[in-house]
């Protein structure tokens, strides 16, 4: 089938393939056009193909359960995922940056927040550029990414000129594209402090050291 945008009226899962049983690789937000290539039916269920995973567009919707009890916190030393931002078609010269929130499939640990590094990618051949203006600037996307809890990232983006120019308002602020954002959090190993007993002993000694010899010695 030809490819189509689909709007979601309802937080969508996307799944690994197009079924219930498979794994849900993220939530996409209502409002969201999805770029559809190709559906599949399973059961009652309609799944569409997109960027980011099988987007479940007719059937019933699990209410997704983000609690530490359903989730734990990830052992990877290197966790690497997708989101699909999607487009932003009311952005203008007051409103040109738009905020979401996404998840994580597993819990990060604190200590590998700040590692948290996010890229602008289309398809499998990596399209970074949101194109060109008519005297070959690049348009590109800037993403300010910030992780507000284990399981939750809040994604900033908005579109700028290459080299470090704002777009005029007659070549747009906004973009169409199904905006799908790639992440790679490096975790690095926990730090396990030890207790030395002998610190305790040291410190007595450079305090003067025991007291019995102060006794024999006067």
């Given at each position: ?110 200590r590998a927040w700040s590692a948290l590094c996010v890229k602008v990618t289309h398809d499998v051949n990596s399209v970074y550029s949101g194109g060109f203006n008519r005297k070959d600037r690049e ?80």
């Amino acid at each position: 089938m030809a490819a189509e945008s689909v709007k979601t009226d309802r937080v969508t899962p996307l799944y690994k393939t197009a079924s219930k049983k498979s794994t849900i690789q993220l939530y996409v937000q209502s409002g969201v056009t999805l770029h559809v290539s190709e559906t599949k039916t399973d059961g009652d269920c309609k799944f569409g193909k997109t960027p980011g995973g099988w987007a479940l567009l007719e059937g019933k919707v699990d209410a997704p359960n983000f609690s530490s009890k359903k989730q734990k916190m990830t052992n990877k030393k290197m966790v690497q995922g997708t989101w699909v931002f999607g487009p932003y078609a009311e952005a203008t010269a007051e409103e040109q940056e738009v905020t979401r929130t996404f998840k994580f499939a597993e819990g990060i640990p604190e200590r590998a927040w700040s590692a948290l590094c996010v890229k602008v990618t289309h398809d499998v051949n990596s399209v970074y550029s949101g194109g060109f203006n008519r005297k070959d600037r690049e348009h590109v996307y800037v993403l300010v990414p910030r992780v507000i809890d284990a399981y939750t990232c809040e994604l900033k983006a908005n579109k700028r000129l290459y080299p470090h120019e704002v777009p005029k308002e007659k070549e747009g602020y906004a973009w169409s594209s199904d905006l799908t954002i790639a992440y790679t959090i490096r975790v690095p190993k926990e730090e396990v402090e030890s207790e030395d007993e002998s610190d305790d002993d040291g410190g007595n000694a450079l305090l003067g050291g025991d007291s019995s010899d102060d006794d024999s010695s006067s």
